[in-house]
């Protein structure tokens, strides 16, 4: 390799890596911190930090060092660090998460200690580089925009490979194992003809390039009853098995569990979700936005055969886990799409009797799927006598709970709430139908209903979990598409039970 096309390698392979870093930062902090805004925004913040201390000292090693093997030097302590990344970085998110909290604060210490040194180190290579290729001031500028531009073209292709290459098809650790040997062969590269007055350096390279794959193939021991995880472009899905109970996490947070003798949802949320039938009985057609395990549409066609149910769920691992694990079975009734609901509604031409949205990420819920607009698409979708229904997973007095509430009773004659005991979870199922079913209405068809859909528990228990209690929304927004700060409500509800768990 000449020295020119080495230099380049060095220069584009630096600016790939520290942008893959970037991007992967997501997938290793959402499992602790979620998925939010807020945890973008201290990665976008801490990585424009880095590259803003790695150009200043970048800059001013190289008027003190201007050689490769300098340059070569700072690349196997950026190795180094992905290395310690690879080895403790999931573990030490979870320690730092548990004395922080999933606040923001917490975020960005957490994106500065497990990327932060990496990050700055990598940063230094372009204000090196343009020390060592200058050698005439009067092209200085020509010769700082083309290693410039290499480097950014570096970043853009190590974007789009984390994006759309390596985090679908390759687990954390591995792409994490990638990541620091390609740093290590390119601080080998650095040390190209200075093998011999860099043999520590080198060695340690050596060591790092040998040892990042083998050590990306180790599994080290997963939590406690852990069967299965996968890293996807939306979320680290887990799937745990205990007590004859098998759970799917997203980002750490329940989203579909299943009992494997009888096969039927457990969690009770998912088993309040029949309450719907008590505004909307015997629907022909069900639209359920986000697929969890698939065990809430299991649940009630296997009570009321007659329900044809599809699916839509933007993340394709999901159909898969909920098909090897959940005993969810595709079929001319029971259908998946692979789509962004909102999109799905938009270009469909079917209307539905029932329309019911989970589409929760973790600890956050798509914004474009809470919003006025969002329902405004729903109400053209839905039969008439049908209903829309929704999960809210804060309960009755957090915060973005009430302001769904108030952006559904913007659009909707009639809205129910059903308070779930045991679960910090509610259930608001709304209709176009302004003749509101009271609490013994509902009761009395429970039982009727109860006569031929035996579900547990029963339709007419599921009534008396109505709350006719009007919720306060005076002082709360309607969410839209031009204002929706889901994650700051969700957030303020999190910060409102933690204070209260330490009363």
Not at 246 to 273: H, I, M, N, W
Request: with cysteine.
């Amino acid at each position: 390799m000449s020295s020119r096309l080495r230099f380049y390698w060095v220069v584009a392979v630096c600016g790939g890596v520290l942008m893959a870093l970037e991007i992967l930062s997501s997938r290793v902090l959402a499992p602790h911190y979620g998925n939010s805004v807020y945890v973008w925004g201290s990665i976008i913040s801490i990585f424009l930090a880095a590259l803003s201390l790695g150009y200043l000292w970048g800059g001013w090693l190289a008027d003190r060092q201007p050689s490769m093997a300098s340059l070569g030097r700072m690349i196997v302590l950026a190795a180094a660090f992905e290395a310690v990344l690879l080895l403790f970085g999931t573990r030490l998110a979870g320690t730092l998460a548990g004395f922080t909290g999933a606040s923001p604060a917490g975020t960005l210490l957490a994106a500065s200690v497990l990327f932060g040194p990496a990050s700055v180190m990598l940063a230094t290579v372009s204000p090196w580089a343009v020390r060592l290729a200058v050698r005439d001031l009067g092209v200085v500028g020509n010769t700082a925009g083309r290693l410039f531009a290499l480097s950014t073209m570096g970043s853009l292709a190590g974007t789009l490979a984390c994006t759309f290459l390596l985090i679908p098809f390759l687990d954390l650790r591995q792409i994490l194992g990638l990541l620091t040997a390609l740093t290590a062969l390119t601080a080998c590269v650095a040390f190209a003809g200075s093998f011999r007055s860099e043999i520590p350096a080198t060695t340690l390279a050596a060591i790092l390039l040998a040892g990042s794959i083998p050590a990306a193939s180790f599994k080290p021991q997963g939590a406690r009853d852990l069967i299965y995880e996968r890293v996807t472009p939306y979320q680290t899905l887990q799937v745990f098995e205990r007590d004859g109970v098998r759970t799917l996490k997203g980002d750490r947070v329940p989203q579909a569990a299943v009992s494997l003798a009888t096969r039927e949802p457990t969690l009770p949320y998912q088993r309040a979700a029949p309450a719907v039938l008590l505004i909307s009985p015997h629907p022909k057609r069900a639209l359920l936005i986000g697929l969890g395990g698939g065990t809430i549409g299991r649940y009630l066609q296997a009570r009321d055969p007659g329900i044809d149910v599809q699916y839509v769920d933007i993340d394709p691992a999901v159909s898969a886990i909920a098909k090897r694990f959940f005993f969810f079975q595709p079929g001319p009734r029971m259908r998946v799409a692979i789509e962004d609901g909102r999109q799905y509604l938009h270009a469909a031409n079917e209307k539905w009797d029932l329309i019911y949205a989970d589409a929760y990420i973790g600890q956050s819920v798509p914004f474009h799927l809470t919003t006025v607009e969002f329902l405004d698409e729903v109400k053209r979708h839905l039969n008439p006598g049908g209903a829309f229904a929704l999960n809210l997973a804060g309960g009755l007095g957090d915060p973005f709970s009430k302001s769904m509430y108030r952006t559904v009773r913007e659009r909707f004659d009639s809205a129910y709430l059903f308070r779930i005991p045991r679960a910090p979870n509610a259930l608001v199922v709304a209709t176009e139908n302004a003749d509101t079913l009271s609490r013994d209405d509902l009761l009395q068809r429970g039982r009727e209903l109860d006569r031929t859909l035996r579900f547990d528990p029963p339709l007419a228990t599921l009534a008396t979990w109505r709350t006719e209690v009007e919720l306060d929304t005076a002082k709360v927004i309607v969410l839209s598409d031009e204002f929706a700060p889901t994650d700051r409500l969700i957030r303020l509800g999190q910060s409102a039970r933690e204070a209260a768990g330490k009363r």
